[in-house]
């Protein structure tokens, strides 16, 4: 099946500095990838919705300028959490439509803390 | 928009019973309903998933049940074991949407 690659696993940070997380897709070409949050013991929340070559989609109350999406190519998507403040510490995993279908494959996700 | 309930929020069940966990959706759109698992730490796990044109899916020891009418889909787990201790979310999407999720279930089994 396919395969979806996220990296960092897990990151730790200072207050006020930012993250980068990327989101590959191995083995097929993703034009559209999700990307969502997860706190402790609460649900997947959608964050937004990054497109290729066009600008990514925001959920209501995410703010577009504090978590920065990229979607350069058709592999690769990468999100970046600008002056990371403790409570943006939080489990993010991006996921990307098969080909053919309606599943979507998830990233492993990336645990990030920030002090 | 697409809204998902889900319900229990927590099930406790002793080893070899049946657990259900049952779903609702608003958009009647949907046409994909996947359940996963989550373990600590990890990302969810696809565990079984259902069409829209399909009333009933079984995989071994898990079926789940869609009532397109009725807007709700469940899962069913027999013979429960330990290992099936987890967090379940059931979850929808349409076309060129993305997945929708409950809230989730923490389901517990004891031996």
């Known amino acids: 099946g396919a395969v979806v690659s996220q990296h960092p696993s897990r990151v730790i940070c200072k207050s006020g500095t930012s993250v980068k997380i990327e989101c590959r897709s191995l083995d097929f070409q993703a034009t559209t990838m999700f990307w969502y949050r997860q706190f402790p013991k609460q649900s997947l929340m959608l964050m937004a919705t990054?497109?290729?070559?066009?600008?990514?989609?925001?959920e209501q109350g995410v703010e577009k300028d504090k978590f920065l999406i990229n979607h350069a190519s058709l592999t690769l998507s990468t999100l970046t959490v600008t002056s990371a403040h403790p409570e943006d510490s939080s489990f993010y995993i991006c996921s990307a439509p098969g080909q053919v279908g309606e599943k979507l494959f998830f990233g492993s996700g990336t645990q990030l803390s920030v002090l | 928009g697409e809204n998902v309930e889900q319900h229990p929020s927590t099930l406790s069940v002793q080893e070899g019973d049946s657990a259900v966990i049952k779903c609702t959706y608003s958009d009647s759109a949907s046409n994909y309903f996947p359940w996963y698992k989550q373990e600590l730490g990890k990302g969810p796990q696809l565990i079984i998933d259902?069409?829209?044109?399909?009333g009933e899916k079984k995989d071994q020891r898990i079926a789940v049940t869609l009532n397109k009418t009725a807007k709700h889909f469940s899962l069913h787990i027999t013979e429960t074991q330990p290992e099936d201790s987890a967090v379940y979310f059931c979850?929808?999407?349409?076309?060129?949407?993305?997945?929708?999720f409950g809230k989730g279930t923490t389901l517990s089994v004891s031996s």
């Open positions: 990054s497109n290729e070559g066009s600008k990514a989609t925001y």
């Open positions: 979850a929808a999407r349409k076309a060129g949407t993305a997945l929708i």
């Open positions: 259902i069409r829209s044109n399909v």
